[in-house]
């Protein structure tokens, strides 16, 4: 099993990005996926996660900001982050049923 995460980048406050996962080797249609990030010098949290009927759950401090979602097609998963915080700087990663971790990818915002 392989994850992958891309789209990260440098964002200024107030805009938006938007996170991929690609799986290998598991279905994202039918596995609870999550993304989890991990500030420097702070303990990897939560984010979101998107069980495998659909139901979706989120932490308090991005809830009505982000949207996770799952592509079956492409069994990727995704994240969309809007009216991105400067407190929202951290390496995101991607993890399938809290077994299987991608690498991280670093999500900065800064003016």
């Known amino acids: 099993v392989q994850l992958q995460a891309s789209g990260g980048g440098l964002v200024q406050p107030g805009g938006s990005l938007r996170l991929s996962c690609a799986v290998s080797?598991?279905?994202?249609?039918?596995?609870?996926m999550g993304w989890y990030r991990q500030a420097p010098g702070k303990e990897r949290e939560f984010v979101a996660r998107?069980?495998?009927?659909?139901?979706?759950r989120y932490s308090d401090s991005v809830k009505g900001r982000f949207t996770i979602s799952r592509d079956n097609a492409k069994n990727v998963l995704n994240l969309q982050m809007n009216s991105l915080k400067p407190e929202d700087t951290a390496v995101y990663y991607c993890?399938?049923?809290?077994?299987?971790w991608g690498k991280g990818t670093l999500v900065t915002v800064s003016s």
């Open positions: 993890a399938l049923r809290g077994d299987y």
């Open positions: 080797g598991r279905r994202v249609s039918v596995n609870d």
């Open positions: 998107i069980f495998g009927g659909g139901t979706t």
